[in-house]
């Protein structure tokens, strides 16, 4: 009776035939001053609060609701005067606790490594995260993660259309504490957060 390789061992075996290219990728980690220097960007950081403005109700009569300011998600979004952090303090909790939101904003250039490749950024929110690329956020029902919340500490991963050596992206980040309907007794901060160059199929 012949006996099937384990997974590995077949991963091994398959990426030394002859003609067979397994995808290499690479990543700038931008938690760090090498890594956000490789893009010359510089983070940004703000609070965000809860404001009330008029609204109405679904029958069509006014109310008072709720919506929040900054609203920082495009490049045009003016940051200069918010908080410049130190890419490796990202990891240090951040906000006002229990029911909070914050930004945090970065303005990548593409480096020259990207070049022929597909290119991802990557992060982790504590607790949940929306990335907005250029001032815009698609999304659709159903979908999870990607630019949207992607669950309760889990990454978000999207890829970066049209991305190519020289070019800038504004990325927004907008930072939940969760979960919500439980105000936690934790902060906001920044999990493992990178661009990933992936060779393209």
């Known amino acids: ?73 495009g490049p045009e979004f003016d940051d200069s005067s918010w908080e410049v952090l130190i890419p490796e303090t990202l990891k240090n909790r951040r906000g006002a606790g229990q029911i909070c939101f914050c930004w945090y904003r970065i303005k990548v250039t593409i480096p020259p490594e990207a070049a022929g490749k597909t290119v991802y950024f990557q992060t982790t929110v504590d607790d949940y995260g929306e990335v907005w690329v250029d001032g815009k956020l698609p999304y659709k029902p159903g979908d999870s993660g990607g630019p ?22 504004q990325i927004a980040i907008f930072g939940i504490n969760g979960p919500i309907s439980v105000p936690p007794g934790n902060w906001i901060f920044l999990g493992p957060t990178f661009l990933e160059f992936v060779d393209k199929k």
């Open 1 to 73: 009776m012949r006996r099937a390789l384990p997974p590995l061992v077949a991963f091994a075996c398959l990426s030394l035939l002859p003609g067979v290219a397994l995808a290499q990728s690479t990543k700038i980690d931008l938690r760090t001053k090498a890594g956000t220097d490789a893009v010359k960007g510089q983070w940004r950081y703000h609070d965000v609060k809860l404001i009330e403005v008029a609204g109405k109700n679904p029958d069509g009569s006014p109310n008072t609701t709720y919506n929040y300011e900054p609203k920082a998600k």
């Open 148 to 169: 949207i919340v992607a669950g309760f500490n889990a990454p978000n991963r999207l890829e970066l259309k049209g991305a190519e050596p020289g070019k800038t992206v």
